[in-house]
């Protein structure tokens, strides 16, 4: 080890997030291997540490006899204090190198509060933080991840965006760097990397502006640049790369666990949930092929827990055999089989019972609103009877506590609608008190977080709620819930304001981010370090006014910061959602037999991928 960085660990806070050498690192030849990326997560090395996707792209490109790939993350102010304080730049877990000393550094962009981060990183590097300042002789930077798909905030301090599934996009990024190597001529990459499908260059474009401060036009300034970049999207997702070996933490993360990604995307058509647009479509892997990972995983790592991963796994069409044969297979071994949130139905708790054969696991549901009207606003296919039956199945199966998940500030909601919430959560109190459940065990914990208006969903053109109006509704629970065996937790509003500025945001925010960081934003999404003052102030000092972004109703016809950003589903499927939730219509799943018209399989030029079970709607309805 470094004997600087040593020196410094033992004044900080957890010093296995720097320390590196964990089992099943990968330290390559860095003087043979031609290509070198630094994977920067902007967060703490225990949220990073829990992401499947920097373990899929650490496997890819380490498998590669022309690239290797390190990890860096985020370091806590305890940790930025003595790197500033004795000179330190940012470094890689594997081989302890300076940040600055790789070929790429890339970001993966999973949550708007995480962007002060990515200066701070930045800084850290010793790299200048825009991107027009950055010559030949520094990393390229580059960023992918869901808040990609509306990379406007971050234009300015980002060479290229990745706009859809890193294993298709990396191997073609890999080939071109290493052309780029012999003639070091950045402005001639930019341009080459343009020309890859699903690569996005802020610098190749330009943005005009209205009088009134809409965007007039976003076109691009070089000829070959694309109008639109289309994302990328792996077509054979059963033989998509993933990793026989993970990375094991070698302090608690917070997902400690083996990740079995059953599935990619989601048919469900939730009109708040962006992963529900831009992950599709729906794509799962082969029974076969999961338990042969899972045999790997468990060999190579020791984990006691396999997690079966997706955006819905309930919704896998192999899921009762899949998880059948996982513990037949691995229940001997105690090794336990776990399920994200659950459907809100009968048989997601059958399916939990079952799982629950080795340890018993808490219980979780996402009714999302709470009355009818406002779930078929949001195209939340499920009822009140359907979650009542899901939790008197849950209790009489020998559980006492659920967790129930709601959202506030949703478009057309009202006082019934946030009553509705409390409601709900008391019957589903009642039922367990009813079925003879101990109350001394009997917990209903309701989870309200404040809706935030995101790209690339039918909801984007709807304003979010003001800070009061949440505040508000969150009161109104407070006092509703009062109610002994129901635990009450809610998101800070002025947080979920600021996700907002920044997930609707353009270009012209790049002042204020760079601003904020510069009064000592970091870590915004952690409670403890938030500092909405700060926020304010350098929203001041920039001229921005934030309101203008979160409180923003657009019109159809205006072109939003992302318009140039396609994530493969129309506009017009869009705006006929947008139009058929404020008409509380429902729109159905395809696997049901009728396809929804979304566009994406024409567009794309993919059909959705199931391994059995009900068969997608054919692709005539699609536009």
């Given at each position: 080890m470094n004997p600087k960085i040593e020196r410094v660990l033992s004044r900080v806070q957890k010093p296995?997030?720097?320390?590196?050498?964990?089992?099943?690192?990968?330290?390559?030849?860095?003087?043979?291997?031609?290509?070198?990326?630094?994977?920067?997560?902007?967060?703490v090395y225990e949220v990073g540490m829990s992401h499947l996707g920097l373990q899929i792209l650490y496997h890819l490109v380490n498998e590669r006899d022309d690239a290797l790939?390190?990890?860096?993350?985020?370091?806590?102010?305890?940790?930025?204090?003595?790197?500033?304080?004795?000179?330190?730049?940012?470094?890689?877990?594997?081989?302890?190198?300076?940040?600055?000393?790789?070929?790429?550094?890339?970001?993966?962009?999973?949550?708007?509060?995480?962007?002060?981060?990515?200066?701070?990183?930045?800084?850290?590097?010793?790299?200048?933080?825009?991107?027009?300042?950055?010559?030949?002789?520094?990393?390229?930077?580059?960023?992918?991840?869901?808040?990609?798909?509306?990379?406007?905030?971050?234009?300015?301090?980002?060479?290229?965006?990745?706009?859809?599934?890193?294993?298709?996009?990396?191997?073609?990024?890999?080939?071109?760097?290493?052309?780029?190597?012999?003639?070091?001529?950045?402005?001639k990459f930019l341009l080459q990397a343009a020309g890859i499908g699903g690569v996005y260059v802020p610098s190749l474009y330009l943005v005009e502006y209205k009088p009134d401060g809409k965007i007039a036009s976003i076109k691009p300034s070089r000829e070959g640049v694309p109008e639109r970049v289309t994302k990328r999207v792996v077509k054979n997702f059963d033989a998509a790369p993933f990793p026989d070996k993970l990375v094991v933490p070698s302090t608690e993360v917070v997902h400690d666990r083996i990740m079995l990604e059953v599935m990619r995307g989601c048919t469900r058509g939730c009109r708040?949930?962006?992963?529900?647009?831009?992950?599709?479509?729906?794509?799962?892997?082969?029974?076969?092929?999961?338990?042969?990972?899972?045999?790997?995983?468990?060999?190579?790592?020791?984990?006691?827990?396999?997690?079966?991963?997706?955006?819905?796994?309930?919704?896998?069409?192999?899921?009762?055999?899949?998880?059948?044969?996982?513990?037949?297979?691995?229940?001997?071994?105690?090794?336990?089989?776990?399920?994200?949130?659950?459907?809100?139905?009968?048989?997601?708790?059958?399916?939990?019972?079952?799982?629950?054969?080795?340890?018993?696991?808490?219980?979780?549901?996402a009714p999302e609103a709470g009355t009818q009207r406002l779930r078929n606003v949001i195209n939340k296919g499920v009822g009140e009877e359907d979650l009542l039956r899901a939790v008197q199945s849950a209790f009489a199966a020998g559980w006492s506590a659920v967790k129930l998940y709601f959202m506030i500030g949703l478009p057309t909601e009202t006082r019934a609608d946030v009553e509705g919430i409390a409601?709900?959560?008391?019957?589903?109190?009642?039922?367990?008190?009813?079925?003879?459940?101990?109350?001394?065990?009997?917990?209903?914990?309701?989870?309200?977080?404040?809706?935030?208006?995101?790209?690339?969903?039918?909801?984007?053109w709807e304003p979010q709620d003001t800070q009061e109006e949440l505040n508000e509704k969150q009161a109104l629970l407070k006092n509703l819930l009062k109610t002994k065996g129901i635990i009450f937790r809610w998101h800070d509003s002025r947080q979920s304001f600021l996700e907002a500025v920044l997930a609707r945001g353009d270009r012209r925010l790049a002042a204020a981010l760079e601003e904020a960081w510069r009064l000592g934003c970091r870590f915004d999404g952690w409670s403890e370090c938030f500092r909405f003052d700060l926020w304010r102030e350098a929203f001041r000092r920039t001229g921005i006014v934030p309101e203008w972004y979160a409180y923003q109703k657009y019109d159809y016809d205006d072109i939003l910061p992302w318009e140039h950003i396609s994530a493969g589903v129309s506009k017009k499927y869009l705006?006929?959602?947008h139009q058929r939730a404020l008409k509380g219509i429902l729109t159905g799943d395809c696997r049901e037999g009728k396809c929804s018209g979304c566009g994406l399989c024409v567009t794309l030029e993919i059909a959705p991928e199931l391994s059995g079970g009900k068969e997608v709607a054919p692709l005539q309805g699609a536009v």
């Open positions: 296995a997030r720097y320390a590196g050498g964990e089992w099943n690192a990968v330290l390559k030849n860095w003087e043979q291997t031609p290509v070198k990326i630094a994977f920067a997560f902007p967060d790939m390190e990890r860096v993350f985020a370091p806590w102010p305890d940790m930025e204090k003595e790197m500033r304080q004795h000179r330190i730049p940012l470094f890689s877990l594997e081989s302890q190198r300076t940040v600055g000393d790789f070929d790429l550094l890339a970001f993966t962009l999973q949550y708007e509060m995480t962007f002060t981060n990515v200066l701070n990183m930045l800084d850290l590097a010793g790299l200048p933080l825009r991107a027009q300042e950055r010559s030949a002789q520094h990393p390229l930077v580059i960023a992918g991840g869901p808040c990609a798909y509306n990379p406007e905030p971050l234009a300015d301090f980002v060479d290229l965006f990745v706009i859809g599934e890193g294993e298709e996009v990396f191997p073609e990024i890999i080939d071109l760097v290493k052309n780029y190597q012999k003639h070091r001529d950045r402005e708040f949930c962006q992963a529900g647009n831009i992950y599709r479509p729906v794509r799962e892997k082969r029974p076969e092929t999961l338990l042969e990972q899972a045999r790997e995983l468990v060999k190579s790592t020791g984990y006691e827990e396999i997690s079966l991963v997706s955006l819905s796994t309930a919704d896998y069409s192999q899921v009762a055999r899949l998880v059948g044969e996982l513990l037949d297979e691995f229940a001997a071994q105690r090794i336990n089989i776990s399920l994200p949130s659950l459907r809100v139905d009968a048989f997601s708790v059958a399916l939990a019972q079952e799982v629950s054969r080795v340890r018993k696991a808490g219980l979780t549901f409601r709900l959560a008391r019957q589903v109190l009642e039922t367990g008190k009813r079925l003879g459940v101990p109350r001394g065990k009997l917990a209903v914990t309701v989870s309200v977080s404040c809706f935030v208006p995101k790209s690339h969903t039918p909801f984007q705006i006929d959602e």
